[in-house]
Nanobody, 118 residues
Framework: QVQLVESGGGLVQAGGSLRLSCAAS?????MGWFRQAPGKERQFVAN????????GYTDSVKGRFNISRDNAKNTVYLQMNSLKPEDTAIYYC??????????????WGQGTQVTVSA
């Protein structure tokens, strides 16, 4: 069982930046983030493959968000720049043991609130 511990998040004005961190107790195939806004489904944000460093992003965050990893610390970071009110959501760190990265991922963090004011 892999435990995921998130940190970061908070309240920021539109155009500002935040950084999320997620530390894993063990190694998986890939890690990343989903987010869920009130009344909406949980949606994919970004992920990174541990071995290759390959990354993926949802279209709405490309060019604004950057996901990175620290292999030594088993930690993944999500740098969020040029934040918009529509980025407001609970952000969940998640990890998968295989190539598939979806809402059916094996491991999930507790979630951290990101609120962007207009």
């Amino acid at each position: 069982q892999v435990q995921l511990v998130e940190s970061g998040g908070g309240l920021v004005q539109a155009g500002g930046s935040l950084r999320l961190s997620c530390a894993a107790s063990g190694r998986t195939f890939s890690m990343g983030w989903f987010r869920q806004a009130p009344g909406k489904e949980r949606q994919f944000v970004a992920n990174i493959i541990w071995s290759s460093g390959n990354t993926g992003y949802t279209d709405s965050v490309k060019g604004r968000f950057n996901i990175s990893r620290d292999n030594a610390k088993n930690t993944v970071y999500l740098q969020m720049n040029s934040l918009k009110p529509e980025d407001t959501a609970i952000y969940y760190c998640t990890a998968s043991r295989n190539l598939l990265f979806s809402r059916r991922n094996d491991y999930w963090g507790q979630g951290t609130q990101v609120t962007v004011s207009a």
